[in-house]
């Protein structure tokens, strides 16, 4: 958009180093003109003739179809697909949302993230079934319409494989790639379904059923032991995700849903809910999601995912388009709650200045921040920190690489710096 020449710029209020702006530029809102304001800061672009009368309102357009579908034009904004054993394990694959082609905080059902330790099962919902059964008064069978008769709730959750950010975590070069790749295990969804909590009243938990695996009804029959304390708190079995069915790769009928815990948790075409007295300690849990310490000690049962915060825009793979004003947008979350503040810097950590939190902010769900940018095509060193409602603040990379094992690759939460060069490339560093 060329900027207003009538708009006369705006007095900057600078907050730290490298170019930020203070946030109230953005908070004022449009009332107050600063929107408008803020892009006569930008490059103008040269002016260009009046275009021609486009054939499209010469003639009638299509008609309804059943299911809407992107435009042509944005074929590109897709998952990206990880296969880290290729041909010899396909069935473990994994894909990543593209967050770096994304605003808000809702992801799409077509673009939130895989997870397939062995497959896509393409189950029958007639013939699915949930048991509740183990130390219980009264083992029950549920099919899909008895669920439907049930009361259900419905609330805005991410969802993040602890393995998220793997990339970072491990390699000793930084890989140039985008936000799909590197940070795409983590999607954000508007979840409805029935609360464990009923399902479990009614089926009468014993006092000594303290714990309760959760079973999934694919190839690897993959299981996790979870706390009753959380399936009586907030738990629930998604049916819906964004007011549709949840699709085949979500769990397609049913998924359990654990609000901030771990995505491997969440197990997808949940069949059983076994009540014990003590975690069972399976393969994905004694295994695959246990983190090794730096002492060669493990940390069992980190359920939480930690409080994180990356800039989407600008990220890695992205091209600025020359000096002026930006608008610096990320998104941010915790585990433990809602996130109370996102500082940026611009100027490698040197100084910070608060983004604005666009509301709702929701706990275990996924916040916009944002904050206005005049860059000046210097060498900047951009990155963003979080910190929760409990006090958490999302460290450095060193200071996370020194509490583990150099393996340990999971539940990496660490500050992303964005390098962004003269010529307005943007790299993925480390810092």
Known sequence: MMADPSVSAPKLEFAAGGGLLSRRMLLRGAAAGSGAAL?????????????????????AGER??????????????????????????????????????LRGTITPNGLHF????????NLDPD??????????????????????????VTATHFLECSGNSFFNAVMPEPMQSGCDMLHGLLSNSEWTGVPVRVLLEEAGVRPEGRWVLAVGNDAPSLARSI???KLMDDAFVALYQNGERIRPEQGYPMRLLLPGFEGNMNVKWLTSLWVTDAPAYTKHESGEYTEILANGSSVKFTFAMGVKSVI??????????????????????????????VEISADGGESWAEAALQEPVLPRALTRFRLPWRWEGAPTLLMSRAEDATGA????????KARYDPSNFLHYNA????????????QNVYA
Do not use: C
Request: hydrophobic residues 40%; neutral net charge.
């Open 127 to 152: 013939g699915h079934r949930l048991m509740i059964h183990g130390m219980v008064e009264r083992p029950i069978k549920f099919d899909l319409n008895a669920l439907e008769r049930y009361p259900m």
């Open 415 to 426: 500050i992303q710096p964005w390098q962004i060069t003269p010529e307005g490339s943007v």
């Open 39 to 59: 892009a006569a800061l930008a490059m103008p672009r040269p002016a260009q003739a009046e275009p021609a009368l486009p054939e499209w309102v010469t003639v």
């Open 312 to 341: 989407t825009h600008p990220s890695a793979t992205m091209t600025m388009s020359g000096p002026g004003f930006y608008e610096i947008s990320g998104i941010a979350w915790s585990g433990a709650g809602s996130v109370r503040k």
């Open 393 to 400: 603040v999302q460290p450095t990379r060193s200071s996370w």
């Open 64 to 101: 309804a179809r059943g299911y809407g579908m992107p435009a042509e034009q944005e074929a590109d904004v897709q998952r990206a697909i990880i296969e880290p054993f290729g041909d010899l394990a396909r069935a473990f694959s994994l894909s990543g949302t593209p967050h770096h082609k």
């Open 227 to 229: 706390p009753v304390e």
């Open 114 to 121: 895989e997870v397939h330790h062995g497959g896509r099962p």
